[in-house]
Antibody, heavy 117, light 111 residues
């Protein structure tokens, strides 16, 4: 069974750094693109970016380029999303997803990030 | 790259049909037959309902169907049931540099 298991909820202060994770299992981790999707409270889905763990090729949405960093460690089948300096507007649910090129095949359970002073 | 445009809401009575549109450009929806649709119930992760414009994954009822004309894709839910009440999002491939974009989302209400 394919699973994407994300790290737990986080509460952070503005200006702090954060790295959340997504561990894939049940499939060849290096053969599928892994992406990140943001959903702000009460709002829609926003595509942030993707990484191909096989060679670390990474693509970002223009809206998120320079705001976050996506990475992966194929030795432990884990992808990451990180911020160097959080803002209150980063408060959202973040989903990791596995792409089958044309569509999202699997979703993680989501990681809720709350940024508040 | 802008989000694909969907109507904020749609509704229908049980047994009726509802159609949701998803309008993009020739760089995304119109340029590729790679439109997918996702259903999201409150507090849950989204679920794939349609891929490559009109294909249904295993387990998705045939009440759900998809189509595309030009820069606009559509999702039709026939024979509406109470459990179809959810938010629906379209998504399209948009080229190798900025590969994907989501729609703005549509809340479907079963009256």
């Amino acid at each position: 069974e394919v699973q994407l298991v994300q790290s737990g909820a986080e509460v952070k202060k503005p200006g702090e750094s954060l790295k959340i994770s997504c561990k894939g299992s049940g499939y060849s981790f290096t053969s599928y693109w892994i992406g990140w999707v943001r959903q702000m409270p009460g709002k829609g889905l926003e595509w942030m970016g993707i990484i191909y763990p096989g060679d670390s090729d990474t693509r970002y949405s223009p809206s998120f380029q320079g705001q976050v960093t996506i990475s992966a460690d194929k030795s432990i089948s884990t992808a990451y999303l990180q911020w160097s300096s959080l803002k209150a507007s980063d408060t959202a649910m973040y989903y990791c997803v596995r792409y089958g090129f044309t569509m999202i095949l699997n979703w993680g359970q989501g990681t809720l990030v709350t940024v508040s002073s | 790259q802008s989000a694909l445009t969907q109507p904020p809401s749609a509704s229908g009575s049980p047994g009726q049909s509802v159609t949701i549109s998803c309008t993009g450009t020739s760089s995304d929806v119109g340029g590729y037959n790679y439109v997918s649709w996702y259903q999201q119930h409150p507090g849950k992760a989204p679920k794939l309902m349609i891929y490559e414009v009109s294909k249904r994954p295993s387990g998705v009822p045939d009440r759900f169907s998809g189509s595309k004309s030009g820069n606009t894709a559509s999702l039709t839910v026939s024979g509406l049931q109470a459990e179809d009440e959810a938010d629906y999002y379209c998504s399209s491939y948009a080229g190798s540099n900025n590969p994907y974009v989501f729609g703005t989302g549509t809340k479907v209400t079963v009256l």
